[in-house]
Each structure stands twice: as structure tokens, then as C-alpha cells.
């Protein structure tokens, strides 16, 4: 229970600054030491429940209640009715009904006996009349904020019902659409498989050149590895589990055997989980920058890096500017060590050519999605893509 709701600090001041100056009019005839004990005991007691810690709230309505008691037996002619109110309020809203009850009952009890002989019949009444009041004040409002918790509650339960039932139609959506992919794709590279290896048993039995076989074999090897890829990608959608930083060592390795891309990786720091989102992009990333340097600087070598840090990760491919006279459209790639055996004949490979997807602007979209940052373009070496997450 917060401080604030049991004695409202500006009201808690006025009472005890009340009950103070109703104690020193009175007069200390009922001895100054137990005047003053009995006065720094309500005060310390009410500064506890208005700036103390929110421990103790018991001991401390004990003893403010007592000092209200003495005070009573102390200086009748006092704000004794005012103290014991505060008591009576305060015994409810720390102990609730049950025990409440009991001290505030004890501290009327000790009220009305200290008011006999100094107050009229009417005033003990008015005085017990007030502290009752006061208790069925306190209780109220002690309902009313546990009806608003569980208001509050419930509002946040309905809330969290409405949000997983958004995530549960998104989940439905995603399945829909990755069954329709999985239908469209699987089909179409199955069949560019099947025909690919035709063609290559074809090429064989013909006795076509090396590299005309080699190439068909490889576009074979690539329409498979694009089924694959594209169930992987079917299962992202389903929620299955998605590529992250731990994939990149076979995605370097796979290119560097199927798109001749000379690449090396190294990483820097703990490595540790991503957000699947965040993950994904800088696979996906990584990806998209390695098959760039095939497309756009054959022959040169790629540095992939990726920095662990305390409070973020960092993904880095930087590869030299090609060797003078190289273009991206030249007949064949001379890239070592894949030249000749992985050799990728430029602008008649549509696997290698769309491999990019939507490029550095499709890369940049899925990395700000993911809350991370993209820096790409020319640097003094070459070209540098820096991917970084704060996570």
C-alpha cells in the first residue's frame, strides 16, 4: 500500500500540526516529560507513514494509536479527539477490517475512559461517533482501490487477450500466405530441378564442354538449395526457427561453393542470441552484401566480421574495388580459388542476377524494422556494409 494512500502528506501535516498546538494550549499539568514522550511519539509516527519506507506500517499504527491514548489520559482539555481519529483512520487502512477493527476499537475504548469526568455525555458521543466515521471512511476507500486494481487488472488482462488474439490472426495470416509460397515455389523449383538434371545428362551424353556441363550442374545444385531455402523461408513465416548469427560460418561456405565469392569470416567478442527479428536481418544482410560482391567486384576477397559488444552487435563485409578492367558484366568471373571450376557467366544467370532480392533498400527496410541501423557505400579500400544492432 503506497504512503500516499494511507495519510495524504499536505492533510497528515495539518492534523499533526493540530494536534501539537491543541497539546501545548492545553498545558503539561498532566506532567511535561509524558506530554512530550506521548507528542514525539505521534509525530514520529505520522512522519513515518507520510515520508518513511513502506515497512513497519503496523508497529507504527500501534504506536500511534498508544500516543493518541496517552494523550488523552495526559491533556483531555486536548485535541484528543483529533489524534485519536487520525489513529482510528490509520489502524484501518494499515490493518484492514478485521484487525483494524480491534485496534481502533482499543483506541476508542481508551478515548471515551480518559474523556469520562472532563467532557460532557454528547461530546464522548460526538468523539466516538467521529472515530467510527472515520474507520468506515478508511475501509471504503480501501475497497475502492482494490476494486480499481482489479479494474486495472482485468484492463490489462483484456489487453493481453486482444493482443495475442491480433498474434494469433497474424500467425493464421502467415500460414496462409506461407502455404500459398510453398505450393508456388516448391513447384516451380522442383520442376527447374528435374530439368536442370536433364539437361545436364543431356549435356553429358552430347559431350558438351566442361564449363557448360559444370554451369548446368551448378544451376542444378542452386535450384535445389533455392527449394531448400525457400521452405526455410516458408517455415520463418510458419514461426519456425529462423537463421541468425550462428549460420553465417555454412552461409560463407555455401557461397563461397556456389558463387565462387572468396570470403572469410571472423568474430569478434562473446557471441550471443539475437531477437529473431534482429537475427534474421543480419543473416539475411550478411547475405544480401555477399552476393553483391559476386555480382558487382568478382575476384576480389570479402571480409565478413561480426563484433559482439556489450550493448550491441555489428556486422561488417568490406571487400577491395575490382582489378582494373574488371566489370560486373564480363564473360566469366577469375576469382580465386573457385576460378574455372565455380566460374559464374554474368547476365545469363538469373539465380545469381536476382539473387539480391530488392538489393541495399530491401536490406535497409528489414534491418530498421528490426531496430537496427544500415551503413553502406564506397570506403577507402572498396566497399563497406555495416549492419548494427543495440542488442
Known sequence: MERESLVRRPLGVLLTVVVVI??????????????????????????????????????????LAAASVALAWLQPQGATEIAASVA???AASVLGLRNGALLAGATVLGLDLAMVGHATAEQIVAATLLCVLLFAIAIFMDRAREGEERASRLVEELREA??????????????????????????????????????RMLATREQASPALRETIERS??????????????????RGDDLPGP?????LVQDLRRDLGVDASLRVEGTPR????????????????ALTNVARHAPGTHATVVVRFTPDRTVLTVENPRPERGQTPQQELNTFSPANGA??????????????????????????????????AGPCDQGFRVELEFRQ
Not at 513515518?48 to 508497529?59: C, H, S
Not at 490472426?169 to 527447374?192: K, P, Q, W
Open 342 to 375: 565455380n566460374a559464374i557467366i554474368k547476365g545469363s544467370d538469373p539465380l545469381i542476377d536476382d539473387a539480391g532480392g530488392w538489393g541495399l533498400a530491401g536490406m535497409r527496410e528489414r534491418v530498421t524494422q528490426a531496430g537496427g541501423s544500415v551503413v
Open 220 to 237: 542444378g545444385r542452386l535450384a535445389r538449395e533455392g527449394l531448400v531455402e525457400a521452405r526455410r523461408a516458408v517455415g520463418a513465416l
Open 273 to 288: 542470441p539475437l531477437a529473431a527479428d534482429a537475427g534474421l536481418a543480419l543473416y539475411r544482410g550478411a547475405q544480401e
Open 22 to 63: 491543541g497539546a501545548l494550549q492545553a498545558g503539561f499539568d498532566g506532567g511535561a516529560a509524558p506530554i512530550v514522550l506521548a507528542l514525539v511519539a505521534f509525530c514520529a509516527a505520522m512522519g513515518w507513514l507520510m515520508f518513511g519506507p513502506d515497512r513497519g506500517g503496523v508497529a507504527v499504527a500501534v504506536v
Open 246 to 250: 550462428d549460420r553465417l560460418p555454412a
Open 88 to 90: 482510528v483512520y490509520i
Open 162 to 199: 486482444r493482443a495475442a488474439e491480433t498474434r494469433a490472426a497474424a500467425v493464421a495470416e502467415r500460414g496462409r500466405i506461407a502455404a500459398e509460397l510453398h505450393d508456388v515455389l516448391a513447384h516451380a523449383l522442383s520442376g527447374l530441378a528435374v530439368q536442370l538434371e536433364g539437361a
